[in-house]
Structures are given as structure tokens and as C-alpha cells.
T-cell receptor, first 113, second 115 residues
Framework: AQSVTQPDIHITVSEGASLELRCNYS??????LFWYVQSPGQGLQLLLK??????LVQGIKGFEAEFKRSQSSFNLRKPSVHWSDAAEYFC???????????FGGGTRLMVKP | GAVVSQHPSRVICKSGTSVKIECRSLDFQATTMFWYRQFPKQSLMLMAT?????????EQGVEKDKFLINHASLTLSTLTVTSAHPEDSSFYIC???????????FGSGTRLTVV
């Protein structure tokens, strides 16, 4: 079965600083990869996804992620964080389109003014 | 397109009562619906998978007699928490695969509080 690890439970960055959230997965083949953001008490919003092709994917809100097969990673990045980016971020994988999603434990991002 | 409407968004119920949560696919046919549970400050864990017209598949450790799932039509899947207890208080969220394999659509979630 696939698994997802987000090594950082909490991250605090200053507004305007760059951000990288780590995600590692365990699966024999290349899974479908997703990043979601969740604000307190809210549902999930898709930031970006990777199925195949270009390993650097662009998402909404200025986020991007890079798939690295050799490292089984799909790290999320943003060059300049805004205070409104403070939220919980989840990496998720599915072995095929339409299969269940397996979520990482999440990373809580706090942004300092 | 591809919207899943989840209701209610919040519900408070007394211990021992039952609560029904509905997820409707508004503009597509959802043959499959995934039901997740999220405890405070934790991640989403899959509870069960429902398929239209067949019995739901439950994940290990999830009581199927307590969490009743019905997927009687292509646009409606329901989760009923029977004889709810305070430990069932959680955020429940449904998700359907998008047609064409383009990802997933999530409901907005239901915050259940059992008192």
C-alpha cells in the first residue's frame, strides 16, 4: 500500500520569504500526486497535481511543485509567502486516477509579519 | 463543473442519536464516493468507499454497523453515524473522482459534535 510522509509538522516563515514543504511517498510506481490546502474549519482546496509529463508543475496562488522520481518526492514551493498562505497543507497520492487518496500527516504553515 | 454538495456543514447531536450526512454530485454522476474522517489537528483518513448500487467497502477498524453508507443513486451518497458518541465528533468529508481521471472533487465537509 502507498504511504505519504510530510516530515515537517509545523513550519514558520516570515512574510515575503520563500517556502518549501516536503513530501515523500512510498509506492512502487509513479503515483498521482496532489497538494491541497485547508484553512481552519474549512474543506480542501487543490493547489496542484502531477500525473505525468513535465516534472515541475505550476498551481494556483503562485505555488509550484517538483516531482523527483529518484527521491520519491513531490515538494511544494512558493518564492514569496503571503500572510494569507497560513494554513494546513496536505500532500496526497493515488495509485491510479479514481482510486482512493492517501494523505500525508499535513504541515501547518504559520507566517510571521 | 464537478461540484459535490455536502450537507449539513455543521451538526450538534446528543449522544445516542443518529446523524445523516449527504453528499450530492450536482453536475456529474459519481459512481464512487470516498468518505474521510479528520480528527482535530490530524490528517484525513479514509473510512470507506461507496459505489453506486453495491455495498460500501470499509477500511480496517471502521465499524460498518455504526457508519452506514448508502449510495443508491449516481448523484447521492449518504453517511449515517448511528448511536453517536462523543468520540465520533470529527470532521467528515466526502470526495468523488472527477470524470476523465482528472483528480477529485471534495465536499465542503461536515463538522459533527456529539454532546
Amino acid at each position: 500500500a502507498q504511504s505519504v510522509t510530510q516530515p515537517d509538522i509545523h513550519i514558520t516563515v516570515s512574510e515575503g520569504a520563500s517556502l518549501e514543504l516536503r513530501c515523500n511517498y512510498s509506492y512502487g510506481a509513479t503515483p498521482y500526486l496532489f497538494w491541497y490546502v485547508q484553512s481552519p474549519g474549512q474543506g480542501l482546496q487543490l493547489l496542484l497535481k502531477y500525473f505525468s509529463g513535465d516534472t515541475l508543475v505550476q498551481g494556483i496562488k503562485g505555488f509550484e511543485a517538483e516531482f523527483k522520481r529518484s527521491q520519491s518526492s513531490f515538494n511544494l514551493r512558493k518564492p514569496s509567502v503571503h500572510w494569507s498562505d497560513a494554513a494546513e497543507y496536505f500532500c496526497a497520492v493515488a495509485i491510479n486516477a479514481g482510486n482512493m487518496l492517501t494523505f500525508g500527516g499535513g504541515t501547518r504553515l504559520m507566517v510571521k509579519p | 463543473g464537478a461540484v459535490v454538495s455536502q450537507h449539513p456543514s455543521r451538526v450538534i447531536c446528543k449522544s445516542g442519536t443518529s446523524v445523516k450526512i449527504e453528499c450530492r454530485s450536482l453536475d456529474f454522476q459519481a459512481t464512487t464516493m470516498f468518505w474521510y474522517r479528520q480528527f482535530p489537528k490530524q490528517s484525513l483518513m479514509l473510512m470507506a468507499t461507496s459505489n453506486e448500487g453495491s455495498k460500501a467497502t470499509y477500511e480496517q477498524g471502521v465499524e460498518k454497523d455504526k457508519f452506514l453508507i448508502n449510495h443508491a443513486s449516481l448523484t447521492l451518497s449518504t453517511l449515517t453515524v448511528t448511536s453517536a458518541h462523543p468520540e465520533d465528533s470529527s470532521f467528515y468529508i466526502c470526495s468523488a473522482p472527477r470524470q476523465g481521471g482528472d483528480g477529485y472533487t471534495f465536499g465542503s465537509g461536515t463538522r459533527l459534535t456529539v454532546v
